[in-house]
């Protein structure tokens, strides 16, 4: 590596890492694996397995971002290669089916008028003649109507149809085949897993001796979904207007507008709810057979929209045959979907739903909301049990941050871990003490359940003093949406940096403006806590608003912690203090990312101070230097930063300027 890499440093951490996956992998024993920022972990698993491709085997590394899937296919593997030319390593990278283009779909396509009389489908027609892929990562615009031209699961005749020996996705699947390293995301691994679980003897990703889950902490939020059945409210109509614009069918059009009046009626109860829902809490008795009623009459309904496509596609030849035949397997995959969302019985399962307003959240919640009715799991263990870990492949867990408390107890209980499973868990090589400071600042008042304009004022202020001293440059990261447009509709007019808020651009140009910005101000919410990579001066302060427990009153929350406590256990410090550990971890990573960057944490909750719990939160984020009053942020900053020392804010009260206080442990 120190011949390959200008300006390679040796990392003993990388090394512990590298030699902990490579025992997992020579010994078949599963493995949890912390690697700290800045060790470098894909590396460190991406070695030992391309020695174990050696051997003939073939490995899969599944990741839960794609920007981690770029960096691995583009970056990582191409170093290992280069690294190890005598190994024959083929690599691939395998996407899920809505990511390929479907010929058959675009032949259809090309028939329907609202298609053809579009200049932005010309173009995507353009781009299907020449791409080799069909992937619609590849695709140079974003095209609003992909969704039916994806190569979806329902619409595909697999080798019944005439493009099978030139699909994408199927070319997808050879080329996996052949491959001995392939690259996944969790959300195809796990679904892989549901459908070896229905159907043992099927499967999407081939046979493989070991699998490396990268960002391992999403793995119980992506099998929950994987595991679980869903349908929003928008599901039904845009089938149905996908039908209608297929006039050559020639559909009995009494029972496509019954469907959609029908879904309708279903998710319309659900409609003026609060964000997140138990269906049982919302509709009484009578409530609950009434929507039953509706599902059976939709499921009648789909039934014989299936037998109607099914019949028209007996006059229909080649591609619109086909694809008429899809489209009626799809209105069945529908029914089935629907019937058992509102009728299975499964243990261990509950019912719910959510509505997403979309936009700031702000505005009321009506015809524009997407309302999503859910059959979840509570304990996705019991199912891991039965599939990850019995499946004969030596699985790794690992992550920057999968440890609670010193110790992998969290995600051992909620991912069903097998006893003997070897952990390690491997520190930063950063110096934290040097390259940063955490501030709690010990004058504010603990955060209350809801936010109130006082205390969104506190916080406000305390936020305007610490940029002030930064220069912008800062994430202001919260734990929810209401915070989030409370503090920034009061500091927008206070704070002379430019101010980017999430939700008002893509996340991607969001990062980007806040790049080139150079002393801009980030307002986040969860997706800016981990898997954002900001180096050197750009980002030199991160604010987060408070301790990020889980929601408590989320179904998914209520469920687990539900039962956690009847079966006589702590629920809030076997599932609540672990879980916001980790995430608090996420958020407090943002800051370092490499040797030479500096700069402040700043968490404003008080709980850290106060509580019982505090010091166990404090213990175990990474080592730095520590500060609760005022004049050692400052001078850390001007120290440590090379910055100028700023005053205090207007309005700061003397009891901030009274000399230091310290965080227990500050030095």
């Not at 700031?360 to 509570?378: E, F, K, M, N």
């Not at 256990?569 to 599932?575: A, G, L």
Request: charged content about 25%.
């Amino acid at each position: 590596m120190s011949q390959a890499l200008p300006g390679y440093e040796f990392r003993h951490e990388q090394l512990e890492a590298a030699r902990a996956v490579q025992k997992a992998l020579a010994t078949g024993q599963h493995c949890l694996l912390e690697a700290g920022t800045g060790v470098g972990k894909s590396l460190a698993y991406l070695l030992p397995m391309a020695l174990r491709v050696a051997d003939g085997s073939r490995c899969v590394v599944s990741t839960h971002t794609i920007g981690l899937q770029t960096q691995l296919i583009e970056k990582d593997i191409p170093l290992v290669q280069q690294l190890l030319p005598e190994i024959d390593l083929r690599p691939v990278l395998m996407k899920g089916r809505g990511n390929y283009l479907c010929k058959l779909a675009l032949d259809s396509a090309h028939q329907n008028l609202l298609h053809t009389t579009d200049p932005e489908f010309e173009r995507v027609a353009a781009w299907a003649a020449e791409t080799e892929s069909g992937d619609v990562a590849e695709l140079p615009f974003a095209y609003p109507g992909w969704w039916e031209l994806a190569a979806e699961g329902d619409l595909c005749r697999a080798q019944e149809c005439s493009y099978f020996d030139s699909c994408f996705y199927y070319a997808m699947r050879r080329q996996a085949r052949d491959a001995n390293l392939i690259v996944v995301n969790h959300a195809l691994a796990m679904s892989d897993l549901a459908l070896r679980r229905n159907l043992p003897d099927a499967s999407v990703i081939p046979e493989h001796t070991a699998i490396v889950f990268d960002e391992a902490h999403h793995l119980e939020d992506v099998a929950t979904r994987a595991l679980g059945l869903e349908m929003d409210s928008r599901t039904l109509p845009r089938f149905i207007e996908r039908l209608r614009r297929h006039r050559s069918l020639d559909l009995t059009i009494e029972r496509l507008v019954a469907i959609a009046e029908g879904s309708e009626r279903l998710f319309g109860p659900f409609g003026e709810t609060r964000q997140e829902f138990f269906v049982g809490e919302v509709l009484d008795e009578a409530g609950l057979t009434a929507l039953q009623q509706e599902g059976t009459s939709l499921c009648a309904l789909l039934e014989g929209l299936e037998q109607e496509l099914r019949d028209r596609s007996l006059n229909l030849q080649d591609a619109q045959k086909q694809h008429t035949e899809g489209l009626a397997q799809t209105a069945a995959s529908l029914r089935a979907q629907l019937h058992s969302l509102l009728f299975a019985d499964e243990p261990d399962h509950i019912r719910w739903g959510s509505v997403d307003t979309g936009g700031d959240g702000r505005r009321g919640r009506g015809r524009g909301s997407r309302i999503t009715l859910a059959y979840t799991p509570v304990n996705v263990g019991r199912m891991l049990r039965e599939t990850l870990w019995t499946a004969g492949a030596t699985v790794v867990l690992t992550s920057a941050t999968l440890s609670n408390s010193g110790g992998f107890s969290y995600i051992r209980s909620r991912l069903a871990v097998p006893e003997g499973a070897l952990e390690k868990l491997v520190g930063s090589p950063f110096d934290f003490r040097e390259q940063a400071l955490l501030y709690v600042p010990r004058h504010l008042p603990a955060p209350p359940r809801v936010p109130s304009d006082e205390y969104a004022e506190a916080v406000a202020s305390e936020i305007e003093r610490v940029v002030n001293l930064t220069q912008g440059r800062a994430f202001l990261l919260f734990t929810s949406r209401r915070m989030m447009l409370l503090v920034y509709d009061l500091l927008k007019g206070r704070l002379a940096f430019p101010l980017f808020r999430q939700g008002d651009s893509p996340p991607g140009r969001l990062l980007e403006e806040f790049r080139a910005s150079g002393r801009g101000c980030l307002f986040g919410l969860q997706s800016f806590w981990e898997g954002v990579d900001v180096r050197g001066e750009a980002l030199s302060c991160v604010v987060i608003d408070r301790l990020p427990f889980a929601v408590p009153d989320s179904p998914i929350t209520r469920a687990r912690t539900s039962a956690i406590a009847e079966e006589g256990r702590d629920w809030f410090r076997e599932f609540s203090i672990p879980q916001a550990q980790i995430r608090l971890k996420q958020g407090f990573g943002r800051l370092i990312r490499t040797r030479t960057d500096r700069g402040i944490v700043c968490i404003l909750d008080t709980r850290l101070l106060s509580r019982s719990y505090g010091e166990e939160f404090l213990e175990h984020l990474p080592p730095a230097a520590r500060a609760s009053m005022w004049p050692r942020v400052e001078r850390f900053w001007r120290e440590q930063c090379g910055g100028a020392s700023a005053g205090a804010a207007p309005g700061d009260g003397p009891h901030l300027q009274d000399g230091e206080n310290t965080v227990r442990g500050e030095e």
